[in-house]
């Protein structure tokens, strides 16, 4: 089994930024590609970002392209979202995600084995 633990939620005015992590723990030698998604209030769950095992390749949302940024260390089995720029419409609560695929980066949250509960992120204007 593995543990997800997202931290670094918050409320930030728009145009701020936000770094959220993600530690993963027990059996993370399953853990292939991880990614972040978000679920707003009435929406549902949709796909912000994904890394690769060994970092060299990612993708992202068109929505949060240019703005967010993915990144891991394995070493300390963590994955991070460095987010600028921030918008009222990012508003949501943040999930990490991790699972066995690693290319092409999945972006099916069925393709994701392991969650965390998620982190808030509030963008006020």
Not at 66 to 85: C, E, H, P, W
Request: hydrophobic share 35%; with cysteine; proline share 4%.
């Amino acid at each position: 089994q593995v543990q997800l633990v997202e931290s670094g939620g918050g409320l930030v005015q728009a145009g701020g930024s936000l770094r959220l992590s993600c530690a993963a723990s027990g059996d993370t030698i399953c853990i292939s590609a991880m990614g972040w998604y978000r679920q707003a209030p009435g929406k549902e769950r949709e796909f912000v970002a994904g890394i690769s095992r060994n970092g060299g390749n990612t993708h992202y949302a068109d929505s949060v392209k240019g703005r967010f940024t993915i990144s891991r260390d394995n070493a300390k089995n963590t994955v991070y979202l460095q987010m600028n720029t921030l918008k009222p419409e990012d508003t949501a609560v943040y999930y990490c995600a991790a699972g066995p695929s690693n290319w092409p980066i999945p972006i099916l949250a069925d393709e994701y084995e392991y969650w965390g509960q998620g982190t808030q992120v509030t963008v006020s204007s």
